[in-house]
């Protein structure tokens, strides 16, 4: 039989030196791949896209959710009794002031006017006896004929004769007026709903109500605002009749639920005299044109309205900010590379950009693509791109290209959803 015998120990040894110098190698190599794609110290800077900010003229518009409401709302009611006659509209028509809307049942009321002429002619008749009475009296008072106590008793006949002829005559005038109340016209134009009282039925004065009616154009817009707001509000207003200012502040615009068609034009007319207790809001009341009818009372909608004045302000990129703890910073690039970290006090959206309050005057160069490549006191190669005057026209527009300068001009608006207590004062 044969007996293997085991290696020698040198062999043993070449062995392990080898697989040893293998791992070594790998490792060496590895990290080297490692140290290259994370950039050595002879690696190129990182690149990034830098832009200058957009500079524009903005003025923030602050928005809230109000409802409609009529200018003119009337419930017709009925001021005589009576069975309903006649109904003379059509269920939600517009209508004019003075069109006849319902008729009761007037052969009541013409029999009284004739019972009213009635008394009347008979109180008539009363008062010219009464008075060849007292003409009779007096005659024979002068002749001696007659004595005074007659002549005064005659005399007190007419002038109750008279009396009567008066009272005669406002009865004729109620009656007539009773019978006017038979035709209810309406006192308002707009839009009336729908009947409620049916040819038929009974009538009761000043308690059953008939239709009901609501103006159409021009339309309220109701909505509250917060103590915070209005106190900026007023503090913009003081400080522009300071400085004689010709701007309207009063102009505002509503959007309705569906975002569909441009915004109505609206003026603010009414702001209420105390603030409410309970919600700590004041009602304000915008006043809307609406000559095509589309607006109808208790349509939800949002109103846009002045929030600052005109003002020129530096808007970037969100994807332009980053945090650090509970700043938010930019990453400002110097003409020789290097990355400098400012930090800033962003305010609201605008065109699409993030408006920066502080921090930044316009011309700086910042990272706005790559941000996580720039540090702090680090190098970058940067890129230099134009950001659009909005982000909408940069969508449509395509890639930027590179430029030295930002663009400047226009005008937008904010939404009060990115509130800023600190407005910008006039200028």
Do not use: C
Not at 110 to 118: F, G, P, S, V
Not at 172 to 190: H, Q, V
Not at 276 to 291: C, K
């Amino acid at each position: 039989m044969m007996v293997v015998s085991p290696p020698a120990p040198t062999a043993r040894r070449r062995a392990s030196l080898a697989l040893v110098l293998v791992a070594a190698i790998g490792g060496w190599l590895g990290s080297a791949g490692m140290a290259s794609a994370q950039g050595g110290p002879n690696a190129p800077p990182p690149p990034v896209t830098v832009a200058k900010p957009v500079v524009k003229e903005i003025q923030e518009t602050d928005d809230f959710i109000g409802r409609f409401d009529a200018v003119g709302s009337v419930e017709i009611r009925a001021r005589v009794q009576g069975y309903l006659d006649r109904v003379h509209f059509t269920d939600g028509a517009m209508i004019k002031a003075g069109d006849l809307l319902f008729t009761i049942d007037q052969r009541p009321y013409r029999l009284a006017i004739e019972q009213a002429q009635a008394t009347l002619t008979s109180a008539q008749a009363r008062v010219e006896f009464a008075q060849a009475e007292v003409e009779r009296a007096e005659q024979l008072r002068r002749t001696g004929s007659g004595t005074e106590q007659l002549a005064e008793q005659r005399r007190q006949n007419f002038l109750t004769a008279q009396a009567d002829l008066n009272g005669a005559r406002s009865q004729l005038a109620d009656a007539r007026l009773n019978l006017e109340y038979t035709e209810i016209r309406s006192p308002i134009a707009g839009k009336i709903g729908r009947r409620l009282v049916t040819e038929g039925n009974l009538v009761t004065a000043n308690s059953s109500i008939l239709a009901a009616i609501v103006s159409t154009d021009p339309i309220y817009f109701y909505f509250d605002i917060d103590e915070r707001s209005y106190l900026a509000y007023a503090r913009m207003m003081t400080e522009a009749v300071k400085a004689e200012e010709g701007r309207n502040y009063n102009a505002a615009t509503i959007t309705l639920t569906d975002a569909t068609g441009p915004p109505r034009k609206a003026e603010l007319d009414f702001i209420d005299n105390r603030i409410d207790e309970a919600s700590g809001t004041l009602r304000v009341r915008a006043r809307v044109p609406n000559a095509d009818g589309y607006l109808v009372p208790g349509l939800f909608g949002r109103i846009s309205i002045t929030g600052s004045p005109p003002y020129r302000a530096a808007l970037i990129p969100d994807e332009a900010i980053a945090t650090d703890q509970d700043r938010r910073i930019v990453m400002v690039v110097e003409p020789d590379g290097t990355v400098r970290a400012q930090t800033i006090r962003p305010g609201p959206r605008q065109s699409g950009y993030r408006v920066v309050r502080e921090g930044l005057k316009g011309d700086e160069t910042i990272v706005v693509a790559g941000i996580q490549r720039a540090r702090p006191g680090q190098k970058v190669t940067p890129q230099m791109t134009t950001l659009p005057p909005t982000r909408e026209a940069a969508a449509g527009a395509g890639p930027a290209q590179p430029s030295d300068s930002a663009p400047t001009g226009g005008q937008g608006t904010t939404s009060a959803s990115d509130r800023d207590p600190a407005r910008p004062k006039v200028q």
